[in-house]
């Protein structure tokens, strides 16, 4: 069994996780964010780890730092005010 090799969609950590956990939400064990393990086939991508927005769920396009949406900001990890008046 071949182990699957990502990067942690919030903090690029370079986790393993085993074949069979592939589509599985797991903890990551460097900063606490649920990430899926992808499947072993997928495809190598810089950017393959774009799931969403952690707050509001909206899609996110990849390199997006923060969510048109509702604000949050994925490298601070917060949100921010959206309200430019
Ligand atoms: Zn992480
Ligand atoms: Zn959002």
Request: charged share 20%; proline share 9%.
């Amino acid at each position: 069994m071949a182990d699957i090799a990502f990067a942690c969609s919030s903090c690029r950590q370079s986790l393993e996780a085993p074949e069979e956990m592939a589509g599985e939400d797991i903890a990551c064990p460097s900063c606490q964010a649920v990430i899926t393990v992808p499947g072993p086939s997928a495809p190598r991508k810089e950017t393959a780890a774009a799931p969403g927005c952690p707050s509001c769920g909206a899609a996110l396009v990849p390199g997006a730092v923060l969510c048109t949406a509702c604000g949050y900001h994925l490298v601070l990890r917060k949100k921010l005010a959206t309200d430019f008046k």
